[in-house]
């Protein structure tokens, strides 16, 4: 049975003693500045939307709500204005991966630790999470792959030095000192999306067997730095980098004569 979320709409206010830190939380960590500045807001403004909690023995776990929650506390208010949910922990993962996943502060380290503590829980595939939550087999299994991820390569997502994709592209890099090193690379120089692509391909043809076969030599001519891509340039000749160049169509067979031509 899925939550009903218009179950008992209506909030009221509730001890704070009596509730409790979700079990699973997408937030592993919160930062202690942007709390302070929630809690701030909420003592001029007030507490704008109400978290949500489901009863759990006599006392009550935070389903929604998490970071007002802690605000909250940091204010050390008695009381805070709830909207009660009757959910099972089947139904409080999928609510609370629903309301994370819209909300745009939630790194991607985060939200990929949680889904895949709540895919192990559930114990459900990628096909039936993704259907779930509403989102591609491919967004859930990329998180999966983030969760694996070695912590220097979560540490850059973290703090948005490693984009997201070019990251996925480096993480298929089997050979732990060529990803460490070309990944740090990418944190320190930048790296776009495509260009980490591109490189993993070129890990796939020129490297991966030399290193397979342990070759000492060969291993050591594998780059530390990432490859280069260049491409020539149909205009001038000259040589740019992946990301200098945009795609164009033109006619296969020639261009016809036009006027004025």
Not at 57 to 81: C, M, P, S, T
Not at 88 to 102: G, K, P, S, W, Y
């Amino acid at each position: 049975m899925e939550i009903n979320l218009k179950e008992n709409n209506q909030s009221q206010l509730i001890d704070v003693y009596r509730i409790q830190e979700p079990d699973n939380a997408m937030r592993t960590d919160m930062d202690p500045i942007a709390l302070q500045e929630l809690a701030q807001s909420i003592k001029d403004n007030g507490l704008l939307q109400p978290i949500v909690v489901r009863p759990v023995g006599d006392h009550y776990e935070v389903i929604a709500g998490h970071r007002r929650f802690n605000a909250i506390k940091l204010l050390k208010h008695n009381q805070i204005a709830a909207m009660v949910r009757s959910a099972d922990d089947r139904q409080a993962i999928i609510f609370r991966t629903h309301e994370n996943l819209v909300r745009e502060d939630v790194d991607p380290v985060s939200e990929a630790r949680f889904i895949a503590q709540a895919i192990t829980e559930l114990g459900v595939s990628v096909r039936d999470f993704a259907d779930q939550i509403g989102r591609s087999e491919t967004y859930v299994q990329d998180r999966l792959d983030i969760a694996a991820m070695p912590d220097y390569m979560q540490a850059g997502l973290k703090d948005k030095t490693l984009k997201l994709g070019a990251a996925l592209w480096l993480f298929r890099i089997d050979d732990e000192r060529t990803r460490r090193n070309w990944t740090q690379n990418a944190i320190d120089s930048g790296m776009s999306v495509s260009a980490a692509k591109n490189a993993f391909h070129v890990y796939e043809r020129d490297f991966k067997k030399v290193i397979a076969d342990g070759n000492a030599d060969g291993i050591n001519n594998v780059p530390i730095q990432l490859p280069i891509i260049t491409y020539p340039c149909a205009a001038c000749s000259g040589i740019m980098q992946d990301d200098e160049w945009t795609l164009v169509r033109i006619h296969a067979r020639g261009c016809p004569p036009h006027e004025g031509s």
